[in-house]
């Protein structure tokens, strides 16, 4: 939400919170719940917060952003207004730790049930604003279906593009680097699938960036004191490496500058916590535990698996992990190799003559202890060699080994960059398949299912509920808070 042309800055507040917290939409404002704020004077405390932001840091920024608006909808007739404002509230709740002010107003006036959730860009302790990057709608949406998967909801699966900003404008913002700027341009160039470089510089042209053409091509935009090099934007967006692209010879991989990880745990390892610890403590894993058991049934829901497709995409990836880590091994051995030859050709051709000279005094026992470590290494080089066949029997040029080392080093870095992710994907498989082995109280050895995903995940959360006698919105705000 930015300020608008011809407009203060407290009455675009009032009109974007006003619109939200309407009562014709909100039945009769029931339906609004806030965090930090009374929705009544919200727009005043935002105002409040923001001019103390500016005292703060000093800082006048035109065309600031004031508050941020979520909107977030549901499939009809599978949720109430009162779950949906519950659902929006836990939502906000997980997505901002408590550090910024918010209100969410949940409309009924149409068909389809939603949440407008706006919150403020300053913190509640004045001193930051909020940091809005590339991909946050997808970290919001990864949060939003959490908390809709946790309350048995429906959530769109494997869509085309998973959440996206209201204002798509909004990506070039004052806060993003000229970098950023660019990278975000060359993806959507690419979307539009241009047929050759002409026709991508052009598409770049119309959204309003230029083109410099020099030693390096670099991109700049009005204001700019100077252009960005293509080659300082990283993989992915040179120049020879757009070519290609367009050639059809790789795929663009946009650069993500802050992806959203949601690493999975362990509930066996969870419940091993609760063991002997406080009430309040095992109510806290109690709930982390649902949260678990929804990650994993989102995680199979997006994917369309089951226990036997999953067991094969896990032995699928160790396959090719397997497969990558000889081939590094291997590449790691030849590295070796080719090293130790590249030094001994270097200490033969160095120590040559000090060997002839040793050799002509007849092995004279003063001059090899005055030049002993020359004669040495001179050995050890002729030693070197008797692992190798050369053809002929003739050492390769140092320019080839050189070569043949820098080629070797280069497999070893794209396999290195192949293997981690794959582990790292692995150890994640591995963790979702133990968590559907235990929400399904299957016994691997005997393979017996005696329930379903959600059948247990609605047990679960009953029984926290009546342990813990607290309300499940509660339990999130303390563990958030944590």
């Not at 590339?134 to 279906?145: G, M, Y």
């Not at 050639?247 to 663009?252: A, I, L, N, R, Y």
């Not at 406080?278 to 949260?291: D, F, P, W």
């Amino acid at each position: 939400m930015h300020i608008n042309k011809g407009k203060t800055v407290a009455q675009c507040l009032s009109g974007r919170i006003g619109y939200a917290i309407n009562p014709e939409k909100t039945d009769s404002s029931e339906l609004i719940s806030s965090f930090r704020c009374d929705y009544h004077t919200a727009d005043a405390e935002f105002l409040l917060r923001k001019q103390q932001y500016d005292t703060v840091t000093q800082k006048q920024i035109p065309n600031t952003i004031l508050a941020y608006q979520i909107r977030q909808s549901f499939k009809p007739g599978e949720v109430s207004p009162e779950e949906a404002n519950k659902i929006g509230y836990e939502t906000a709740s997980r997505l901002l730790k408590g550090k910024h002010a918010f209100i969410v107003a949940t409309h009924i006036n149409t068909d389809c049930i939603h949440n407008h959730i706006i919150f403020d860009a300053v913190a509640l302790d004045g001193n930051r604003k909020w940091k809005d990057v590339l991909h946050s709608h997808k970290d919001i949406a990864r949060i939003s279906d959490l908390v809709c998967t946790e309350h048995q909801l429906s959530v769109i699966l494997n869509p085309g593009r998973k959440g996206k900003p209201y204002n798509m404008t909004n990506r070039y913002g004052y806060n993003m680097t000229h970098r950023d700027l660019v990278r975000s341009a060359i993806d959507d160039v690419f979307a539009m699938r241009p047929n050759n470089l002409d026709e991508f510089w052009s598409f770049l042209e119309e959204l309003d960036f230029e083109l410099i053409r020099g030693r390096y091509i670099s991109i700049k935009r009005d204001g700019w004191k100077q252009g960005v090099s293509l080659s300082s934007l990283g993989e992915g967006y040179s120049e020879k490496e757009i070519l290609a692209v367009l050639s059809g010879e790789k795929e663009h991989k946009p650069f993500v500058n802050r992806k959203f990880k949601d690493r999975p745990q362990l509930i066996t390892d969870l419940e091993q916590k609760m063991r002997d610890k406080s009430r309040a403590y095992r109510n806290r894993l109690s709930v982390e535990e649902i949260k678990q058991m929804s990650r994993t049934v989102l995680f199979i829901q997006e994917n369309n698996l089951t226990l036997d497709s999953l067991q094969s995409k896990i032995e699928t990836k160790i396959a090719c992990r397997d497969h990558l880590k000889t081939r590094m091994d291997n590449i790691s051995e030849s590295i070796r190799r080719n090293t130790a030859l590249k030094n001994a050709i270097t200490d033969y051709a160095r120590y040559g003559r000090i060997y002839a000279e040793y050799k002509r005094r007849k092995f004279d026992k003063d001059f090899y202890a005055e030049h002993k470590t020359e004669i040495e290494k001179y050995k050890s080089a002729k030693g070197c060699f008797d692992t190798w066949s050369f053809p002929d029997h003739k050492l390769p040029p140092i320019s080839k080994v050189n070569a043949e080392l820098e080629q070797l080093k280069q497999d070893f870095a794209k396999a290195k960059k192949e293997y981690y992710p794959i582990r790292d994907e692995i150890r994640e498989l591995l963790i979702h398949q133990s968590n559907i082995l235990n929400i399904l109280d299957i016994d691997e050895t005997k393979s017996r299912k005696r329930t379903s995903v959600i059948e247990r995940l609605n047990e679960a959360k009953n029984r926290i509920a009546d342990k813990s006698n607290i309300q499940t919105r509660e339990a999130f705000q303390t563990l958030d808070s944590h």
